[in-house]
């Protein structure tokens, strides 16, 4: 059985749910069998998997239909994680399947109070879901920080009054993500290049695998 089965939601395009799925999953992949699961129909997840090489060390991604909540339920039987990108969409039967099935739901979101209020719909999503998956977890991850405890108090401000408490690990802003992407790589498929990157993943994965 799954030691963690994630998820990475947000209504809102280009926050990052794919950047920090394939990662994420690219780090757990070095400490356990690990599982894509592309969601999303736009299947960004999948093409950049399709585009790496055998060497490159990304896990296996599926992309399911409408058997979406049995293939999670199945892969988390053979395999110790499993990551789950999804479209970006609150409502609707994709979410509402990735949501029963999940232990965790991470959110990422940029780092301004726009953008944050712009996922507010998330945290009610999750309340919701709540009622059928009572143990789930879920955190916003920030993306894209220029600089580490740098964010502007607004946004702190608007961080303590949403309902999901914000993971203390975020990804900063770097280059390697997008390099990344176009190299069919994960950032630690990038060596050197992505040490920080990669440093920015392993904080993020030790935090969740805490939660
Ligand atoms: N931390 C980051 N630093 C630099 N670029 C990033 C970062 N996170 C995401 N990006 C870039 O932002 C764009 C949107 O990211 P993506 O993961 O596709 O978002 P989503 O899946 O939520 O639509 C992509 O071009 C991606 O490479
Ligand atoms: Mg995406």
Redesign the pocket.
């Known amino acids: 059985m799954a030691d963690r089965i994630i998820a990475v939601i947000?209504q809102k395009?280009?926050?990052?749910?794919?950047?920090?799925a394939l990662n994420l999953a690219a780090g757990l992949a070095r400490r356990g069998s690990t599982h894509l699961v592309d969601a999303d129909p736009q299947r960004?997840l999948s093409q950049w998997v399709g585009m790496a090489s055998a060497g490159a060390g990304l896990p296996p991604v599926a992309q399911p239909g409408s058997d979406l909540f049995t293939t999670i339920a199945q892969l988390a039987r053979t395999h110790r994680y499993v990551v789950v990108?999804c479209p970006?969409a609150v409502q609707g039967d994709v979410v509402a399947a990735v949501l029963r099935s999940v232990h965790v739901a991470l959110i990422?979101v940029l780092p301004s109070p726009i953008d944050l209020w712009a996922s507010v719909d998330m945290a009610s999503a999750v309340g919701e879901a709540r009622r059928l998956n009572p143990g789930l977890r879920a955190c916003l991850v920030l993306?894209?920080l220029e600089t580490r405890n740098a964010l502007a108090r607004a946004m702190r401000e608007a961080v303590a009054e949403f309902d999901v408490p914000v993971l203390q690990a975020g990804?900063?802003?770097?280059?390697a993500?997008?390099s990344a992407?176009v190299e069919g790589v994960s950032v630690y498929g990038l060596g050197k290049r992505a040490q920080t990157a990669v440093g920015d993943m392993e904080t993020i994965i030790e935090e969740v695998l805490c939660l």
């Open positions: 947000n395009g280009g926050t990052g749910k794919t950047t920090l960004s990108d970006p990422p993306n894209q990804m900063q802003r770097r280059a993500y997008r992407a």
